[in-house]
């Protein structure tokens, strides 16, 4: 596998979107689920304040704490395709390709729609 630039962005772009399908998409929430229950509660001001409880110890419990956390799994996700990358490249490169297309289009999607409400 040739690192460059180019490899960096697509995975940079993949890890995004994979990371953000598992931790905060809608789609994935039966999975979260499993691992952990958010609970909303109002604060003083009357503002709703969402929270997660984890359930389960061991594994379980380390699931749940990973799947809170955007930053660990995006940590493993990378940690994913990478070994995807190395072990079985030519669907790797699918995989990557497409989770980097996406990533991308929910990046345009964001900035779009924040310039359409200014």
Same mark, same amino acid.
């Given at each position: 596998?040739v +690192?460059?630039?180019?490899? +960096?962005a697509l995975l940079s772009l993949a890890?995004?979107r994979?990371?953000?399908l598992?931790?905060f998409?809608?789609?994935m929430?039966?999975l979260?689920?499993?691992?952990?229950e958010?609970k @909303?509660?109002?604060?003083?001001?009357?503002?709703? @304040?969402?929270?997660?409880?984890?359930k389960?110890t061991g594994?379980?419990?380390?699931?749940g704490e990973l799947?809170?956390c955007?930053? $660990?799994?995006?940590v493993w $996700?990378?940690?994913f395709?990478i070994?995807?990358?190395?072990?079985?490249? @030519?669907?790797?490169?699918?995989?990557i390709?497409?989770?980097?297309i996406?990533?991308?289009?929910?990046?345009?999607?964001?900035l779009v729609?924040k310039?359409?409400?200014?």
């Amino acid at each position: 596998m040739v +690192i460059n630039g180019m490899t +960096i962005a697509l995975l940079s772009l993949a890890v995004f979107r994979l990371a953000r399908l598992l931790v905060f998409d809608t789609i994935m929430a039966p999975l979260r689920s499993l691992f952990h229950e958010e609970k @909303e509660e109002k604060d003083a001001d009357g503002n709703i @304040e969402t929270y997660i409880v984890i359930k389960g110890t061991g594994v379980r419990a380390f699931i749940g704490e990973l799947l809170s956390c955007y930053w $660990c799994t995006g940590v493993w $996700c990378a940690g994913f395709l990478i070994l995807c990358q190395a072990f079985i490249p @030519e669907a790797a490169q699918w995989l990557i390709l497409l989770l980097a297309i996406a990533g991308l289009a929910g990046i345009i999607e964001t900035l779009v729609s924040k310039w359409l409400q200014e």
